[in-house]
């Protein structure tokens, strides 16, 4: 069984500042795909990024990139110079290679300050 | 825009009663996925269709139910509704890779 795990339930960070959320996973299959999604106020969820178990190097898209360890399970979002615009939720998930759900953690809450 | 629709976007009914809500994947996806997000449980998969065919089924009660038809979009049919199914219905297609959710249906159940 997978288990995806983010322990921090809000951040609070000033605008323009870097931040870092926190991601670990749980996992016996040899091959994984770890997500990134947002989801702000008006509910939708909006995919961020991808990395996949055997990708050598971390993923990046634009502001976003994945701070991914395999030997300690973690796949920790970045987000760079952060703007008012990215208050919102944000999940971790993953999927076992040959299935087909996505497995979320609780989420956690990013709020940034002007 | 992530090319998944979903309507409708509000459904306020009382307990017992039936709703469906529908889903239109991207333009090519042929796997549809229906997600129920709620504040105990949080995002929890249900089902998965794959061009017209049941390929996956999660935490799905006996009281709800899918489909996709033949033009590939799918629908969630939930009956015998509770209180506890109110909830944000997420539904999320894919080829290959990433997932890409749509808008969702919040369901109120009174």
């Known amino acids: 069984a997978q288990k995806i795990t983010q322990t921090q339930p809000g951040m609070f960070v000033q605008e323009k500042e870097a931040v870092t959320l926190d991601c670990t996973y749980d996992t016996s299959d040899p091959s994984y795909g770890l997500f990134w999604y947002k989801q702000p106020s008006s509910g939708e969820m909006i995919f961020l990024i991808y990395q996949g178990s055997y990708d050598q190097q971390n993923a990046t898209e634009g502001r976003y990139s994945l701070n991914f360890q395999k030997a300690r399970k973690s796949a920790n979002l970045v987000i760079s110079a952060s703007q008012l615009g990215d208050s919102a939720m944000y999940f971790c998930?993953?999927?076992?290679?040959?299935?087909?759900?996505?497995?979320f953690g609780q989420g956690t809450r990013l709020t940034i300050n002007p | 825009d992530s090319g998944v629709t979903q309507t409708p976007k509000h459904l306020i009914t009382a307990t017992g009663q039936r709703v469906t809500l529908r889903c239109s994947p991207r333009s090519g996806d042929l796997s549809v996925y229906w997600y129920q997000q709620s504040l105990d449980q949080g995002l929890q998969f249900l089902i998965q269709y794959y061009n017209g065919e049941e390929r996956a089924k999660g935490n799905i009660l006996e009281r709800f139910s899918a489909q996709q038809f033949p033009d590939l979009h799918s629908e969630l049919n939930l009956s015998s509704l509770e209180l506890g199914d109110s909830a944000l219905y997420f539904c999320a297609s894919s080829v290959e890779g990433a997932q890409y959710f749509g808008p969702g249906t919040r369901l109120t159940v009174l």
């Open positions: 998930a993953m999927r076992a290679q040959g299935a087909q759900k996505l497995v």
